[in-house]
């Protein structure tokens, strides 16, 4: 039967400020980590995507931190706008190539203007 | 640029009749495209693996008989969710990964709502 429903975590954030979303993995072996941005009635849309052997990279406003000891994953989106307002999943992979990804529980992101 | 698009992108129907979702990767091939499901304020689950010239690869939990996937060409995977009851009402979305991009991610398709009355 259907699962009962969970409340987002949600952050909202002031426009043009700085946001930080985090989320927890669960398999120590993934190795290959992506944040995905769903607006309201659409698929998950590619943001950033970090290996295992990195522990930061950086897009167009976006960085994404990962710490592989305590298996920690962050999403860091700069100067936000109102067009950042989302729900944000990140999502794992035990091994790129293997494909199937596992995903997050997802974090509502609000912009206030 | 790697585009998915599914078809319908909504649907409604009666309980007990079976819907016919497509997903189409327009400008890749892919060998393999996934199925997902998505409740309301919930994450994306994984539903099955569909595999081009075999069967489907369906994760724990998730019927095979009545998620019938088939992915008859490198652009093309359908799922039928069969003999539909109103727990079905889900947003299902595809995803495909280019066959001769193997560094590329996955990219996702629009979703499909179904709702079954």
């Known amino acids: 039967g259907e699962s009962v429903g969970l409340h987002l975590p949600t952050l909202s954030v002031q426009e043009g400020d700085n946001s930080i979303i985090n989320c927890a993995y669960s398999?120590?072996?993934?190795?290959?980590f992506i944040w995905y941005k769903q607006e309201s009635g659409k698929g998950p849309q590619f943001i950033i995507d970090?290996?295992?052997?990195?522990d930061k990279r950086q897009g167009q406003r976006v960085t994404v931190l990962l710490n592989k000891t305590v298996k920690h994953l962050s999403l860091q989106i700069a100067a936000t706008q109102p067009g950042d307002s989302a729900v944000y999943f990140c999502?794992?992979?035990?091994?790129?190539?293997?494909?199937?990804?596992?995903f997050g529980t997802g974090t509502r992101l609000t912009i206030i203007p | 640029g790697a585009v998915v698009s599914q078809h319908p992108s909504w649907v409604i129907c009666k309980s007990g009749t079976s819907v016919k979702i497509e997903c189409r990767s327009l400008?890749?091939?892919?060998?393999?495209m996934f199925w997902y499901r998505q409740f309301p304020k919930q994450s994306l689950m994984l539903m099955a693996t569909?595999?081009?010239?075999?069967?489907?690869?369906?994760e724990q939990g998730v019927e095979k008989d009545k998620f019938l996937i088939n992915h008859a060409s490198l652009t093309l995977s359908t799922l039928t969710v069969t003999s539909a009851h109103p727990e079905d009402s889900s947003f299902y979305i595809c995803?495909?990964?280019?066959?001769?991009?193997?560094?590329?991610?996955?990219?996702f398709g629009p979703g499909t709502r179904l709702l079954v009355l």
């Open positions: 400008d890749f091939q892919a060998t393999t």
């Open positions: 970090i290996r295992s052997n990195m």
């Open positions: 398999n120590s072996a993934s190795d290959y």
């Open positions: 995803s495909a990964r280019p066959s001769d991009r193997p560094q590329e991610t996955q990219y």
């Open positions: 569909s595999n081009e010239g075999s069967k489907a690869t369906y």
């Open positions: 999502a794992e992979n035990i091994s790129f190539g293997n494909e199937k990804l596992t």
